[in-house]
Structures are given as structure tokens and as C-alpha cells.
């Protein structure tokens, strides 16, 4: 007989079972919550970790998945795009102008529009590249200056004239509340001037806070070091 060894089960990571234990998660919320688990998304946050570390959890069946540096994402997902039928990338960090054009090229969605410089680059790559990224306008909940975002103050007026002097798309708001702040009041505050300005979409929610997103509306869920570990 021939001497076999018995190889590790394909879903054994600590990322994809982690990955199930975040899943189990957001269904508990989303029941808690009197919510379809149908009406929110988890993006999984793979900033930082190679495409080693990312290929188990799209194997377990993930397909969406954030990054928040243009750079970092042209260098590993158009091969993982390539290979994995239905991946879809949201760019969850800031984005500059300049990189607007690669951004549009490569993202499915954007969660970070707040300013008319970059709404002006966006429109016009949208346009150029005939692409149609879901687009999220985030709001600076807590006012924090080194905080990139809208004011909440400011808020109404920039989606107008994303509308209307751009004829941007918003379909949703972005926030990240005050590291050292009960993230609740801020979900709240986003949720609130989206429902104003008719908007559907709420970016909301990290490893530590997700739950807490899903009661206050979240629909799309940002969750990294919960799944691949800390950074
Ligand atoms: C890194 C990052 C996340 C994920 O944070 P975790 O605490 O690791 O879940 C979510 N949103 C944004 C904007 C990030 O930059």
C-alpha cells in the first residue's frame, strides 16, 4: 500500500473559518434587527494581506472585497480578477484626483467621495471609461480634521451638486466614526441624512462595530482584521 497522507480540509484557514464566524455574525444582526441577511453585504477588507492570504476566502465563496490604496489593489487583484469569475473590488479609502482614471478602472464601487475636485475627475473617467461604479459620498461624522468626508453640516449641498453640477450618482453614504466614540450616534447621524436626501446605500460597520451598523441600517459592512487577522 502506498503511503498516504491526508491533506487538510480546503476551508481549514483561520481566515475562512473566521470568515464563517463573521457570516453567522451579520445573520444574528440582521435577525435582531427584523432584516433580510439578503440586504446587507460584507465587504471583506483585504488591505495589507497578499493574494496567499486572500485566495482561501474567496475559494470559501467571498466575492466582495475592499482595499482602501489604488496602488496596493493594481498590484494584486487584476491576476485574482482573472482567475475568479464574479469578484467585485470597493475602493474603501481615500482616493486622490490623479488616480481617478485607475481607480474607475479597476473599482466596482467607491466609498470615499467628499470634494468637487474628485467628483470632477470621477465624472469624467465615469464617462470616458463607460464604467458604472456604485458610488458612496462619506461624511465626517465626528468632525475630526485629519478625517477625510464631508461635513455632516455640509452634507445636503454636496449630494445637490454631486447630482447636479456632475451628474454623479450617490446611491449611498460612507462613514468611520471617532476611534474612541460609541460608534451608534454616528451610524445614526449617517443613516439620518441619508434617508433625507433619499438615499438607499450605507457603508457602515467594521470588525468591532458591524452588529451595531446592521441595527442602525448598514447595507454594506467594511469588516477586515475580523476575517484576516490583525494587521
Ligand atoms: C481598514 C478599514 C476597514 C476595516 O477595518 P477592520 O477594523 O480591520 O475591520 C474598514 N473601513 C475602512 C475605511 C478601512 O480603512
Not at 21 to 28: G, P, T
Not at 89 to 97: A, R, T, V
Not at 175 to 200: M, Q, S, V
Amino acid at each position: 500500500m502506498p503511503m498516504t497522507q491526508t491533506p487538510p480540509p480546503p476551508s481549514a484557514t483561520p481566515a475562512t473559518s473566521a470568515l464563517a464566524l463573521v457570516r453567522v455574525q451579520i445573520a444574528r444582526a440582521c435577525k435582531d434587527a427584523g432584516r433580510d441577511p439578503s440586504e446587507v453585504t460584507l465587504v471583506a477588507v483585504s488591505k495589507t494581506f497578499e493574494a496567499g492570504a486572500i485566495e482561501p476566502v474567496i475559494a470559501a465563496g467571498q466575492r466582495v472585497f475592499g482595499e482602501n490604496r489604488v496602488q496596493e489593489a493594481k498590484a494584486k487583484w487584476p491576476a485574482l480578477i482573472e482567475k475568479h469569475a464574479g469578484i467585485q473590488l470597493h475602493l474603501i479609502g481615500p482616493l486622490q484626483s490623479n488616480k481617478a482614471k485607475e481607480a474607475v478602472a479597476l473599482f466596482d464601487a467607491i466609498h470615499s467621495i467628499d470634494r468637487d475636485s474628485l467628483c470632477e475627475a470621477l465624472a469624467k473617467e465615469i464617462a470616458a471609461q463607460k464604467r458604472d461604479p456604485l458610488l458612496f459620498a462619506q461624511i465626517n461624522t465626528g468632525a475630526e480634521p485629519q478625517k477625510a468626508g464631508v461635513l455632516p453640516q455640509d452634507a445636503d449641498a454636496f449630494l445637490k451638486k454631486c447630482a447636479e453640477t456632475y451628474g454623479l450618482k450617490i446611491s449611498g453614504l460612507m462613514c468611520i466614526p471617532p476611534a474612541d466614540e460609541a460608534p451608534g450616534p454616528h451610524f445614526g447621524l449617517t443613516a439620518k441624512i441619508a434617508r433625507r436626501n433619499g438615499l438607499k446605500l450605507l457603508s457602515m460597520g467594521m470588525s468591532a462595530d458591524f452588529a451595531d451598523a446592521i441595527l442602525l441600517g448598514a447595507t454594506h459592512v467594511r469588516v477586515g482584521s475580523a476575517i484576516f487577522g490583525g494587521r
